[in-house]
């Protein structure tokens, strides 16, 4: 009768290390497969964020909007700027700014230019320029010193001491009726632009106070109390390009500044989070329905 020698504690079978030896492969090609996967997410973002920049000459090259002053829908629309959008940042350097004038003068050059939604462009800006959040409005025209007088460029105004003017931008009276946005007698305090919001009173609060007496509401002012002024060009952070709908509104819930989105842009961020989910488990179903097919064949 033969007596197997039993093995120490000390030993391990054959059957053993093979199996720790695969379980411990396994956790490497794991962790292998989940850098890899991290180290090409992270490659794609700085990908596209160095693309953008390139594009845009800015960085940030895009802002996210919080506010509902440049809607022209109560729900939000593609084509406008509602909060949680996303929009591209284009340098002031690389684009002439068009203001509204320009754009509704017959015979400028400008004539007919239109930027989200109503003709001229709108800027990002700094209030006075401050540190507060800089502010995303429409540049309605642009008045200049010429030592003597002021120009509004895109009119026939040529030094004179103080602006009045009426633009083709139709407003609602508070008693009914409809009337053209006017400025009447305003002394600039220097040389820029004046603004306003789309949806500020229909787009009728012109931002700079001084600039207001015909308008509606009281205009804007700085984070020290103060009436904003002309826009000085260096007060200006860029030019707003195109529009990433939705997209921003993951930022505005982070950050908790969200209370202005929309419904509509809700429903409308979290179809477009699922159609992104969706796409990689219906692309690989796809292929591996036409492999199969063709083992079939």
């Known amino acids: 009768m033969h007596l197997w020698p039993t093995p120490r504690r000390n030993e391990v079978s054959d059957e053993e290390s ?6 411990n492969n396994l956790a490497t090609s794991s962790v292998d497969s989940w ?7 992270v490659g794609l ?3 596209l964020l160095g693309s953008m920049w390139i594009s845009t000459g800015s960085f940030p090259p895009m802002v996210v909007v919080e506010s509902q002053s440049m809607m022209h829908d109560t ?5 406008s700027i509602d909060p949680g959008d996303l929009i591209l940042v284009m340098n002031k350097e690389r684009v002439d700014i068009v203001t509204f004038v320009e754009a509704t003068q017959e015979g400028n050059e400008h004539y007919g230019h239109e930027s989200h939604g109503m003709p001229g462009d709108v800027i990002i800006y700094r209030k006075n320029g401050g540190q507060d959040t800089p502010v995303i409005h429409r540049a309605l025209l642009e008045v200049v010193s010429n030592g003597t007088g002021w120009d509004v460029l895109g009119t026939p105004l040529r ?3 103080t602006v009045s003017l009426t633009l083709d931008y139709e407003c609602s009276s508070y008693h009914g009726g409809n009337y ?3 400025i009447d007698g305003w002394e600039p305090e220097h040389s820029g632009f004046l603004t306003s919001g789309d949806n500020n009173f229909g787009g009728c609060m012109i931002d700079q106070p001084s600039a207001n007496s015909q308008g509606q ?3 804007l002012v700085d984070e020290n109390g103060n009436p904003v002024e002309p826009i000085l060009d260096d007060w200006v952070v860029g030019v707003a390009s195109s529009e990433v709908p939705w997209i921003g509104t993951i930022k505005l819930a982070t950050s908790g500044t969200s209370g202005s989105v929309t419904m509509k842009s809700w429903i409308s961020l979290t179809l477009t989070i699922l159609v992104i989910l969706a796409s990689p488990i219906a692309v690989e179903s796809l292929m591996t329905l036409n492999s199969n097919k063709d083992e079939e064949e």
């Open 18 to 23: 093979a199996s720790s030896d695969f379980e």
């Open 35 to 41: 850098l890899r996967e991290a180290s090409l997410a």
């Open 45 to 47: 973002v700085i990908l």
């Open 75 to 79: 729900e939000g629309s593609i084509g």
């Open 159 to 161: 030094n004179v001491e």
């Open 180 to 182: 053209n946005l006017r």
């Open 217 to 219: 509401g009281g205009g």
